[in-house]
């Protein structure tokens, strides 16, 4: 499924944040990419008493001043992006705007990466 909604764009990543050499997308003549029916949130992470409690997706300001949620196509795209500590929860697109009601968002971007001084037991 394509998507309609102009806040789920997947944004040209930084140079470090590449496509995966040779990888086709069903719709990519048409410069779009699929929307998968669930994708993997990053979440702060939960002090072990506190299981069983929704996790609070993480947000990150941009650059530009806008709030993006970030959200992968995969599990090991979100490790690739975050790193290997990052929590995550696996949630279903087109609820995606239940999160927007509880923690504002101005964009989702997909797959991306985040510099490793930043990611959850990055170097810092």
Do not use: C, K
Not at 85 to 100: K, S, V
């Amino acid at each position: 499924m394509a998507d309609t909604n102009p806040r789920l764009r997947r944004r040209p990543a930084p140079p470090v944040a590449a496509e995966r050499p040779g990888e086709r997308l069903a719709d990519e003549p048409t410069g779009r990419r699929a929307i998968p029916p669930v994708v993997y949130l990053p979440v702060s992470p939960a002090p072990a008493a506190d299981q069983g409690v929704v996790p609070l997706v993480e947000l990150r300001r941009l650059g530009t001043g806008e709030t993006a949620l970030l959200a992968y196509t995969a599990l090991d795209r979100l490790v690739d992006g975050l790193g290997p500590h990052q929590p995550w929860t696996l949630h279903e697109t087109a609820r995606l705007g239940e999160i927007e009601q509880r923690s504002p968002f101005d964009v989702v971007l997909f797959d991306q990466r985040v510099p490793a001084e930043v990611q959850h037991g990055g170097a810092r």
